[in-house]
Nanobody
Framework: QVSLVESGGGLVQPGGSLRLSCTGSGITLNSLSVAWFRQAPGKEREAVSCILKHDGSSGYADSVKGRFVIFRDDHMNTVYLQINDLRPEDTANYSC?????????????????????WGQGTQVTVSS
């Protein structure tokens, strides 16, 4: 059975950091391009970052650039999203998605790409 499992969310104060994990089960994540999305209550889902399978290049939404870092650990079959300098507006459910095609960074990071697999998400709440 193929699945993506996110973890690492929680309650954190403004300015804090979290490391989110997206771990593959039944699939090898380094053969897939992976994106992180977030959705806050009452808002549309937003793509925040992606990492491409063929060259490992990454992209970020303007809202998180300079604060979020996406990276892989192939040994752990996991893609991480390091989120720093958290702000209340970062509060959302964060989920990862993966796709086996060789599409562009814009395709995966724009939020309009099609993905083969989705995780259930992990909640991030930023509050003092």
């Amino acid at each position: 059975q193929v699945s993506l499992v996110e973890s690492g969310g929680g309650l954190v104060q403004p300015g804090g950091s979290l490391r989110l994990s997206c771990t593959g089960s039944g699939i090898t994540l380094n053969s897939l391009s992976v994106a992180w999305f977030r959705q806050a209550p009452g808002k549309e889902r937003e793509a925040v970052s992606c990492i491409l399978k063929h060259d490992g290049s990454s992209g970020y939404a303007d809202s998180v650039k300079g604060r979020f870092v996406i990276f892989r650990d192939d040994h752990m079959n996991t893609v991480y999203l390091q989120i720093n300098d958290l702000r209340p507006e970062d509060t959302a459910n964060y989920s990862c998605a993966a796709d086996g095609d060789n599409m562009s960074q814009n395709y995966y990071c724009s939020g309009y790409g099609q993905f083969d697999y989705w995780g259930q998400g992990t909640q991030v709440t930023v509050s003092s």
